[in-house]
């Protein structure tokens, strides 16, 4: 009786610790596959911050240059008549071409 009990006992243990491997096993899958996912998330996020730095740059060159330009305007507008003149006449076409390119936007479209 005490061998059958032993060995019920062994029996037991042994399907425990099957048991005990099997989810360990699973844990280690499972975390195989978050650290996989955790490490796509760290370059998904370091390509996204190369990305956001291009950005930034190309913003504050742009900001530069219009800046610049706009001097450039507030410097013709008031420095002299023949320079209001020009400034005009290019408000002008430039309010021309708009309705133009307006135009045969619309009519492309429809």
Known sequence: MNESLSGSLATGEDALEAQNRYRADELAKKI??????????EVEAK???????????????S????????????????????????????VLITV???IVFYYLANKVTR
Not at 32 to 41: F, M, R
């Open 32 to 41: 195989s596959k978050l650290k996989s996912v955790a490490y796509d998330i």
């Open 47 to 61: 390509d996204h911050n190369r990305l956001l730095d291009d950005v930034d740059n190309e913003f504050d060159s």
């Open 63 to 90: 900001t530069g240059f219009l800046s610049g330009s706009l001097n450039k305007v507030n410097k013709m507008m008031f420095t002299g008549r023949s320079d209001r003149r020009l400034m005009c006449y290019v």
């Open 96 to 98: 021309g071409l708009f």
